[in-house]
């Protein structure tokens, strides 16, 4: 007989915590840790650690509880080990986290991208390019990426597109009035390498692409999900 058993939730979510919720729960559906056959979480320490991991230690319960990763997180998987593949991929992905570095290692490089962002926005509006309303037009921050969440990626990619104009300002001011040649060099050469058309088609061509994937592992993340309700273009 299928059951169904509601979310467990918990504000512990060290292995131990988790697992004496799971067990728990289990002991109120009479059903015992050491029926379990399968085990399915995302890629975080807490719980695929090979020492403290909630997997390994619901398998001490159950020899049978084999474990995978989440859909979601085999799409991150599968997304990082094909983009390595491909060297401008990565390089792409370099270039991107370098400039978020050195803009977002200064108070005054932040403000003064800030300031060129509230100055684009303003001269797109007064020319009639962008309209006004609830929620238009706030202002960006900038976003790190990280391969176990390529989510991420899709959000840096298009924060980055967006801010482009602004991320230009601040790096043309810092090649001339950098403290140190080393630091005006980075940023020359950064300029040199967002100007290309390879680097402009490759951040429009990543966006649209992890825009579909992202999507998809919104789908995969949801409470309900129902693989067979998902739009067929995901599916494809």
């Avoid at 067990?23 to 050491?34: G, I």
């Avoid at 403290?179 to 680097?199: I, P, Q, S």
């Amino acid at each position: 007989m299928e059951r169904l058993i509601d979310i467990v939730h918990v504000q512990d979510t060290s292995a131990p915590s988790l697992k004496e919720a799971i067990v728990n729960l289990l002991a109120q559906h009479s059903l015992s840790p050491s029926s379990v056959r399968g085990q399915c979480y995302d890629g975080a320490s807490n719980m695929q650690g090979e020492i403290n991991g909630l997997k390994i230690l619901i398998r001490q319960e159950s020899r049978s509880a084999h474990s995978i990763h989440c859909f979601a997180h085999q799409l991150q998987l599968t997304l990082v080990g094909v983009s390595k593949k491909y060297v401008e991929v990565g390089k792409l992905v370099v270039l991107v986290s370098n400039i978020l570095n050195v803009l977002g290692s200064s108070f005054k490089r932040m403000d003064e991208l800030r300031d060129s962002q509230k100055e684009i926005i303003k001269e797109a509006l007064d020319m009639g390019e962008l309209t006004t309303g609830r929620g238009l037009n706030q202002q960006l921050g900038l976003s790190r990426a990280c391969d176990t969440r390529w989510g991420s990626h899709y959000k840096s990619f298009n924060n980055f597109i967006i801010m482009f104009g602004s991320i230009l300002d601040v790096l043309e001011s810092l090649a001339l009035d950098a403290r140190n040649l080393d630091e005006r060099a980075k940023a020359m050469g950064h300029l040199e390498a967002c100007r290309t058309y390879e680097v402009a088609f490759m951040l429009h061509l990543m966006r649209d692409v992890l825009g579909i994937t992202n999507e998809l592992n919104k789908c995969l993340q949801k409470k309900r999900s129902k693989i067979l309700q998902m739009p067929c273009y995901l599916l494809k």
